[in-house]
């Protein structure tokens, strides 16, 4: 994706408000992200562990979704989750349950969307093999590198769709 900058990022988010926007916290390292294997700009509020926030292209606009993380890590030690985005598996805490609130009348009444994630979401780094998940087996597949990436798009951008309604 191209470089964003600290503008781009906060005047994208679709769900949470204006306020909370401008005082969330950017990823550490906000500049030095390595755009050009990024598909979408997604990280953990350093200042609130509860939080993420995604941000990614689509169809030329940015949209910025703000996650809840409303699991992790509850499950075995010896037990794998697999991510719903990139279908990297990790070790227990490895995947979090992820919740979106909708946007316009649907989020007003308080509907929502989860999906299981990479807890550090990280899954553009993962597909590319740029990050190895901890303990996680290397799931054999014959895709290409760019079949994988064109995957987690179409279900990041099918998690978008759910989030935009
Ligand atoms: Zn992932």
């Known amino acids: 994706m191209r470089p964003l900058t600290e503008r781009d ?3 994208s988010f679709v769900n949470c408000s204006k306020g909370e926007a401008t005082r969330l916290d950017l990823p550490r390292g906000f500049a030095d992200q390595p755009w050009d294997d990024l ?3 997604g990280w953990r509020d350093p200042g609130a562990p509860e939080r993420a ?3 990614a292209e689509r169809g030329g606009p ?3 979704v703000a996650l809840r993380v409303t699991s992790g890590g509850s499950r075995g ?3 794998r989750s697999m991510c719903s985005l990139c279908l990297t598996t990790h070790t227990s805490g490895g995947v979090a349950l992820m919740t979106a609130r909708r946007t316009g009348e649907a989020g007003r009444q308080g509907n929502s969307v989860g999906q299981y994630l990479c807890a550090d979401l990280a899954c553009s780094l993962y597909t590319r093999r740029k990050k190895e998940a901890p303990g996680a087996g290397v799931v ?3 895709l290409t590198l760019e ?3 064109a995957r987690v798009r179409a279900n990041l951008h099918s998690f978008l769709d759910k989030v935009l309604g």
């Open 62 to 64: 940015l949209v910025g």
């Open 77 to 79: 030690f010896t037990s």
């Open 9 to 11: 990022v906060r005047t």
């Open 39 to 41: 598909d979408f700009l």
């Open 147 to 149: 079949e994988k990436v």
């Open 140 to 142: 054999d597949e014959t």
């Open 53 to 55: 926030y995604l941000v």
